[in-house]
T-cell receptor, first 115, second 109 residues
């Protein structure tokens, strides 16, 4: 199994809603990542989890709250988002996080629209 | 500079070869990556090259690495309509992957 899955595929939410994005992998990877991607731009790193602990937060606003309940699951909790937060949210995983990195495997993404 | 640089757009006739170029920043990078992103989809790891190699070939894909000039290229032989996508060059840095802006490959009939 070399797949990273993400749910939901699409999400429309109002600015006062609370929602969660989910990501799952069963490759035994111990590093998991959240990225945000705007149209025609490269992915921007948001968070890195290494062995279920948050290791990198790229100064992401607190309306985005990540959670790693176990080594296979990664959630992104959303609250009081702004329309400019509308984007494709990508999850990725890699065997481990090191200074030279291992290749990351990406999920298909959740297309988020904030109204 | 600190950016991974790529040209933004490439147009190629079906059946011809496509060559996508990239300039990276860190001469000590151990691996360098090419990712492919089709419309509406996530990123797919297409291939990678270890820094002690000059060339890697995988079916229609050839990766060339010039460490002296920090230049990486991806050649797609016999380009097909299914190759239409955005191709991202990427290098690891400080437990992250740094992506180029992506090259949009357009296939002409």
């Amino acid at each position: 199994d070399t797949e990273v899955t993400q749910t939901p595929k699409h999400l429309v939410m109002g600015m006062t809603n609370k929602k969660s994005l989910k990501c799952e992998q069963h490759m035994g990877h111990r590093a998991m990542y959240w990225y945000k991607q705007k149209a025609k731009k490269p992915p921007e790193l948001m968070f890195v989890y290494s062995y279920e602990k948050l290791s990198i937060n790229e100064s992401v606003p607190s309306r985005f709250s990540p959670e790693c309940p176990n080594s296979s699951l990664l959630n992104l909790h959303l609250h009081a988002l702004q329309p400019e937060d509308s984007a494709l949210y990508l999850c990725a995983s890699s065997l481990i996080v090191t200074g030279t990195s291992y290749e990351q495997y990406f999920g298909p993404g959740t297309r988020l629209t904030v109204t | 500079g600190e950016d991974v640089e790529q040209s933004l757009f490439l147009s190629v006739r079906e059946g011809d070869s496509s060559v996508i170029n990239c300039t990276y920043t860190d001469s000590s990078s151990t691996y360098l990556y090419w990712y492919k992103q089709e419309p509406g989809a996530g990123l797919q790891l297409l291939t990678y090259i270890f820094s002690n190699m000059d060339m890697k070939q995988d079916q229609r894909l050839t990766v060339l690495l010039n460490k002296k000039d920090k230049h990486l290229s991806l050649r797609i032989a016999d380009t097909q309509t299914g190759d239409s996508a955005i191709y991202f060059c990427a290098e690891p840095r400080d437990d992250k992957i740094i992506f180029g802006k992506g090259t949009r490959l357009h296939i002409l009939p």
